[in-house]
């Protein structure tokens, strides 16, 4: 039975009876508008049972239970036109659009059969509809069925004659199968505006779905009874690939920290000196520096150290030179290496006369004279430039591994002179 339909006609007909018990003989009650046929003529039926009933029971005190029979009568009539309302089927909805603008409708199912309950079931609608009309599916309800998606694709129609005969609506609902058992979806409501703004509903044809159980099979399924628990063990390695891994890292930082502090404490072996500078060059910046200081010197009186250092320098020179300690040497000794060494250039008596007038202002305390100190350091200059080393009319400016003996150096055409004496003080000459 349908609830909302009773709980409509209840009141209706309570009503309907009151009025039939207080309403005067030949008096009609006009009957709801809403309800079928066959019930207003049962509720007119109970209306002429009470209006004949009505005059016996009011002056006539005898026929009272006569008059409370026909009452009764009159009740069983209003619960037979209460019970034919309900049990009525609801009529089927009707179309409203003018059958002119109405759209050719076809409804398919996908799967036809074998649905189950969790099985999608999709409905394909289409719609040809006229030219200019637009078609739509308003939100309705498909229970027991969910809807998951819905889609709608509008495609031109082509006429016979090969030009657009109108627009055909394609729609695609998905409905999701909840409840098992034979369904029925539909008639499902379409809207229709047509080209000239008329407004109306069409409906499809319903169809029947059939969802079978997926415990259709089991006369009377139950759930499985619980199971003890069962002990699982799972060998996991995380950790120890992670301890590993880090002190496999921890070892190889270990290594390479060692192997950088050995690398830095290593005995590591002493660079070479760097190579000696030719002795010509040395003593000729020594030579030069002299040139530049003797003025400074003979203002000041220091002419003597001044020989003295230019005779030291010579000393060196040739030491280095020809393989000698030069310093150390005294003057003949000096004179005695240069002649065995028989250098090119200059003579052992120059070197000696030389080295004799610096010996005369070292030793015998003669005071030289600024003219016999630029003597001297011409002469100086004259003895190294002359013994300087050359290849190929080249000074050679480095001689490999410090060695002191020259390559073989070229003739020169000047030859360093010897300066003149310089004689001590209180001096004087001696006639033959």
């Not at 002429?48 to 069983?76: E, N």
């Not at 008639?187 to 319903?206: E, H, N």
């Not at 921890?250 to 005995?267: G, Q």
Request: with cysteine; proline share 11%; hydrophobic share 40%.
């Amino acid at each position: 039975m349908n609830r909302k339909a009773l709980a409509l006609w209840l009141p209706m007909l309570s009503l309907a009876s009151l009025v039939a018990t207080s309403t005067p003989a030949g008096a009609q009650v006009p009957a709801p508008d809403a309800g079928p046929p066959d019930a207003a003529a049962h509720a007119d039926a109970g209306s002429d049972a009470a209006t004949d009933a009505g005059p016996d029971a009011g002056p006539d005190a005898g026929a009272g239970p006569d008059a409370a029979t026909d009452a009764g009568g009159a009740s069983d009539a209003g619960l037979a036109a209460d019970s034919a309302l309900a049990t009525a089927p609801p009529a089927a909805p009707t179309d409203t659009l003018p059958e002119e603008f109405r759209p050719a409708l076809s409804l398919s199912v996908d799967p036809p059969s074998g649905v189950m309950t969790g099985d999608l079931v999709t409905l394909v609608i289409t719609a040809d509809a006229n030219a200019g009309d637009d078609v739509a599916i308003p939100r309705q309800e498909f229970s027991p069925f969910e809807v998951l998606d819905s889609s709608a694709e509008p495609t031109p129609r082509p006429d016979n004659a090969g030009g657009t005969g109108g627009t055909r609506f394609s729609f695609r609902i998905d409905l999701l199968a909840l409840e098992p058992g034979q369904h029925e979806i539909g008639p499902i409501l379409i809207r229709v505006v047509t080209a000239d703004g008329t407004l109306g509903d069409v409906y499809t044809a319903p169809v029947t779905i059939e969802v079978g159980s997926v415990l259709g099979n089991e006369p009377d399924a139950q759930p499985k009874p619980p199971t003890a628990p069962v002990d699982v063990v799972e060998e996991d390695y995380t950790l120890a690939w992670v301890g590993g891994g880090l002190l496999g890292l921890a070892l190889l930082a270990l290594i390479m920290f060692l192997v950088a502090r050995w690398w830095l404490r290593r005995e590591k072996p002493i660079p070479p000196p760097p190579p000696p500078r030719p002795a010509w060059e040395v003593a000729l910046e020594e030579l030069g520096a002299l040139g530049r200081r003797l003025d400074e010197d003979t203002e000041a009186q220091h002419l003597t150290r001044w020989v003295d250092q230019l005779s030291d320098s010579l000393r060196v020179y040739l030491g280095a030179r020809y393989g000698f300690d030069g310093i150390e040497s005294t003057t003949d000794e000096a004179v005695a290496r240069i002649r065995r060494k028989k250098p090119k250039g200059i003579t052992a008596e120059q070197v000696a006369g030389i080295l004799g007038d610096c010996d005369l202002v070292k030793f015998a305390k003669a005071t030289p004279e600024r003219e016999r100190c630029i003597a001297l350091l011409d002469a100086a200059t004259g003895i190294v430039k002359a013994t300087t080393a050359r290849l190929g009319g080249e000074v050679v400016t480095d001689v490999p591994g410090g060695a002191t003996d020259p390559p073989e150096t070229e003739e020169r055409e000047e030859t360093a002179e010897p300066p003149e004496p310089i004689e001590p003080e209180g001096s004087e000459e001696v006639e033959p």
